[in-house]
């Protein structure tokens, strides 16, 4: 009975937390890219434009529900369903920390482990494949049918050095559970170099991280590979014939598709929740980041570049004080500090995402294709080839 | 539990089975495919056979469905036109069918050994260790013909989809 009550009350806090990063990756995407474009970003909406998520989903909620007449019915309206729900299930068996006390109960921060987990993420993103070339197939018009086709050929092409880059990890930890592989990376080289697999000894898994990365913004169909929606050949690609929520569905697959790529390779490359320096050191880390941004946001304070950052700048500051002495409890550190390391993890490799978005043009669709089968597919395997090499000699 | 699991996976993947032969576009053809493949896994999911059940998913329900779906839409295949049954199929179909499967449950009713009813959970050799210990000792000779069966399969597709060069 405690099993299933405690499992409750972690299917809750992931359901909400992760859909609660879903809505503002979105904000955080758009003020990065108008960063990067020496623009502002949302503004308007609440303070910095803090609140823009939630006026996107009440737009989205009440604008219009087209059915074009010369749609296939069914699979138009499966499509969107398909592909939002397979994106949001691999969050599931993903391990946020490690095992904790949890008022008495044992349990890890992690809704459940599957003895497969890896190969049940692959056969998830395998299968998440369907939901948009089923959207472009039955929207009935070519610019969907030719994004839907596209999306299919370069998932396909693009498993390949995904699923190599991932048999490495596996190699040197030798199991399939996330759970497995994250614990095997703890401990430190020489007392300060972690045994992440990045930093792996005798043969570091930097070129897997690379090759994993570089397939995983074709995966999920983001620039420079976002072929499949490429707007200025294709209109919007497979959800030309889509709006209102069932268009959000498809932005809500995207999205948590970017969320679980990132905590793969944060488990698999980056060591999971393991700290970056030995405990003594890492656990201040957080309240230190927590106490900069408090003063960053106090001296800020003193020549505000807007009126309002007078009212919002204090609160911000408040609110990094609250966190950091939040972080310095030693009873919340064991509980706060593993998911501080992996969220911190995730979010600069979902952060990369946005800024390599706004830095590199599209490739052309030939170039795509060329450089999946001709470089990033012999890489992997040198790079697989290599370090079973090592796994088996050291 | 399991029982309920296992009946509602065989309902859906016979149904969907079923509806792979009646369905006329071959679009919802593939997708009911999928739904059997599915099904499947979850099925060798249940009698223990972890890694099977993703391998399925990954390669069939994934891979190759993937490829039949993409061949479907690139050709753009309308709706099928049912052809006109023969007379022998309509007054012999079910008969015939009927006979053959009263065969062949007499078959295993009588020709094989006493089979004992699958407990769910007691099986434990599907794990991924036990499986890669199999192939590469007992199994190692199949295995390996097997790839090299594949790599043919490859060469011979690479050369029949090569242009022609002058």
């Known amino acids: ?305 807007r009126k309002r950052d007078r009212f919002t700048f204090p609160v911000f500051a408040l609110a990094a004080l609250v966190a950091a002495a939040l972080f310095a409890i030693p009873f919340l550190q064991t509980y706060l500090v593993p998911l501080f390391w992996f969220c911190a993890k995730a979010g600069l490799l979902l952060f990369t995402y946005i800024w390599v978005r706004g830095t590199l043009p599209r490739f052309r669709y030939d170039q795509l294709m060329h450089f999946a089968w001709t470089f990033l597919f012999p890489c992997a395997l040198l790079n697989l080839l290599a370090t079973a090499f090592c796994v088996a000699v050291f | 539990m399991d029982t309920f699991l296992f009946i509602v996976c065989a309902i859906v993947a016979v149904g969907c089975a079923v509806n792979l032969v009646l369905q006329k576009h071959p679009i919802s053809s593939a997708l009911s495919l999928i739904g059997v493949m599915g099904s499947l896994a979850v099925l060798y999911l249940l009698l223990g056979a972890e890694f099977i059940a993703m391998a399925q998913m990954i390669v069939y329900g994934g891979a190759v469905m993937v490829l039949f779906i993409f061949v479907i839409m690139l050709l753009n295949a309308g709706t099928e036109k049912t052809s006109a049954k023969s007379w022998f199929a309509q007054i012999a179909g079910f008969p015939l069918l009927s006979a053959f499967v009263a065969l062949l449950a007499f078959l295993i009713k009588v020709v094989l050994p006493p089979l004992h009813p699958v407990e769910f959970g007691s099986w434990v050799g599907g794990t991924a260790e036990a499986i890669g210990m199999l192939l590469f000792t007992k199994y190692l000779l199949p295995f390996e013909v097997t790839s090299v069966l594949i790599l043919i399969a490859i060469v011979g597709a690479v050369v029949l989809a090569q242009k022609e060069i002058d």
């Not at chain 1, 059915?67 to 499509?79: Q, W």
């Not at chain 1, 992440?196 to 913004?217: D, E, K, L, V």
């Open chain 1, 1 to 305: 009975m405690n099993f299933f009550i405690v499992s409750l009350i972690k299917i809750a806090i992931v359901f909400a937390v992760f859909m609660t990063t879903l809505a503002y990756l979105q904000w955080v995407e758009r003020k990065v890219l108008a960063h990067i474009q020496s623009r502002t970003g949302p503004l308007r909406v609440g303070p910095h434009g803090l609140l823009q998520p939630l006026a996107d989903v009440f737009k989205l909620l009440t604008k219009e529900d087209l059915l074009p007449p010369y749609v296939n019915r069914f699979f138009y309206l499966l499509a969107p369903f398909l592909a939002v729900s397979l994106a949001l299930v691999s969050i599931s068996i993903i391990p946020f920390g490690p095992e904790v006390n949890f008022f008495g109960t044992r349990t890890f921060m992690q809704i459940s482990d599957v003895r497969v987990g890896i190969l049940f993420v692959l056969a998830l993103s395998a299968v998440s494949v369907y939901g948009i070339a089923l959207a472009g197939w039955s929207s009935n018009n070519k610019y969907s049918l030719l994004g839907g086709l596209r999306s299919s050929a370069q998932m396909i092409s693009y498993e390949l050095p995904l699923t190599l880059a991932v048999v490495s990890p596996l190699l040197l930890a030798n199991h399939l559970s996330f759970r497995e592989i994250a614990t095997s990376q703890a401990g430190y080289y020489l007392g300060f170099i972690p045994r992440w697999n990045i930093f792996q000894m005798p043969f570091p898994q930097i070129f897997g991280f690379i090759i994993f990365m570089i397939a995983g913004f074709a995966e999920t169909n983001r620039l420079p590979f976002d072929l499949p929606e490429a707007e200025n050949e294709l209109v919007a690609g497979f959800h030309t014939e889509y709006s209102s929520m069932k268009f959000a569905c498809f932005f809500m697959a995207e999205y948590a598709n970017m969320v679980t790529i990132t905590c793969v390779a944060t488990l698999l490359f980056l060591g999971g929740w393991h700290p970056l320096f030995p405990a003594p050191y890492s656990n201040w880390v957080p309240s230190a980041i927590a106490l900069l941004a408090a003063i960053v946001f106090l001296l800020q304070l003193r020549d505000p570049a």
